[in-house]
């Protein structure tokens, strides 16, 4: 098959749920070349009317702590038992400023891979327009066209992306080991207040009594924290991918979290602030671009900053000065 399709392949192909053409279109909305960010956008609006009606989950945990393992595991259960399709993103802020990859993810959940029911998307690189966030949520939507009933969206939990990926899912689930020590406490405890749900992993052999202990503190830690307009408390649950232990006990957390907050209308409010967002998302990013392509506003810059070194004008001053310089290359060359 070609590496470019026109709109209508595309279109087709997706809500055949071929998985082939939807991995080319997700390269499409990752292209930063402008004729193909055009075709990419008819092809979202296009599938819109078919988008939202999967469950979308975030997954977050250190590097190590079994999210590839965990996803493996869990997605097969969801294929297997309950008839699911399921569509892992992963998203790994490593590997566009680094070439190197924390999640490693050519060689992560294989078997998975290879299920006729799962489709898997290495990272969303970073260079992309509008930054990762952006572009996993339009491959999220091409995934829910293609007929996925789970999209899983994998961080690798170091604290750069999952904020904007709790922005884009439903559920957000946080894997931890249990006694991994108070020097990982610092980077958790933000993302701890986002999470639905914490997984302690590896509850096996002789790991399950720590794992016991450590749902027990957690348990408690989320009882002095937080309990949010939705209604949810958090759960902290233990399980283990290699005996399957406690992977239904996650798979009815999610059940029950969607069934009540499907019940009290949070869910659908939820995802109303998020579409909003990514439009407001969408206005600054157009302005970045912008900015980017006026000429005039870079040299300007460069110019203000120097001003700004030798203190002849203040920051807020440069700043007002700028923004004029943007609107005035707007008035002058709309696009
Ligand atoms: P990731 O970096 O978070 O994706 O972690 P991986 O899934 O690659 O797992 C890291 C290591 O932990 C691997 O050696 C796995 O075999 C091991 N591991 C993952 N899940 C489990 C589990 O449930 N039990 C045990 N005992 N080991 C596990």
Redesign the pocket.
């Known amino acids: 098959m070609k590496a470019r399709l026109n709109l209508q392949e595309y279109v087709t192909g997706i809500l055949q749920g071929d998985r082939v053409v939807l991995a080319k279109a997700i390269t499409l909305i990752e292209s930063t070349r402008s004729e193909d960010r055009a075709l990419a956008d008819r092809v979202l609006e296009t599938v819109l009317p078919h988008t939202g009606k999967s469950l979308r989950i975030g997954i977050t945990?250190?590097?190590?702590?079994?999210?590839?393992?965990?996803i493996e595991a869990f997605g097969k259960y969801a294929i297997e038992k309950h008839k699911k399709k399921v569509a892992v993103l992963t998203v790994d802020p490593s590997s566009s400023l680094t070439k190197g990859s924390i999640?490693g993810d050519k060689t992560?959940m294989e078997t998975l891979a290879k299920h006729p029911m799962a489709f898997i998307r290495p990272s969303a690189t970073g260079e992309a327009l509008g930054g990762i966030a952006h572009r996993t949520r339009e491959a999220l939507h091409l995934c829910e066209a293609a007929g996925f009933d789970f999209i899983i969206v994998e961080t690798v939990g170091v604290g750069q992306s999952e904020v904007a990926v709790k922005n884009i899912v439903d559920f957000f689930l946080l894997?931890m080991l249990a006694g991994a020590g108070d020097e990982l406490q610092g980077i958790k405890k933000g993302i701890m207040e986002m999470a639905d749900a914490i997984a302690i992993?590896?509850?096996?052999?002789d790991?399950v009594k720590h794992a016991r202990e450590a749902q027990a503190e957690y348990q408690h830690a989320f009882h002095v924290m937080r309990t949010d307009d939705s209604g949810w408390s958090p759960k902290v649950l233990t399980?283990?991918?290699?005996t399957m232990e406690g992977i239904d006990d996650t798979w009815n957390t999610l059940s029950d979290f969607e069934k009540r907050m499907k019940a009290n209308g949070y869910f659908e409010t939820r995802r109303q602030h998020q579409q909003v967002s990514w439009m407001h998302e969408c206005f600054e990013s157009l302005i970045k671009i912008q900015i980017e392509k006026s000429a005039r506003t870079t040299q300007h810059s460069t110019e203000l900053e120097q001003l700004v070194l030798r203190k002849v004008i203040t920051p807020q001053g440069a700043a007002a000065t700028l923004f004029q310089t943007l609107l005035t290359s707007l008035k002058n060359n709309p696009s």
Do not use: E, I, Q
């Open positions: 945990g250190v590097p190590g702590v079994g999210k590839s393992t965990f999640l992560r894997l992993t590896k509850a096996d052999g790991n399980c283990s991918s290699l």
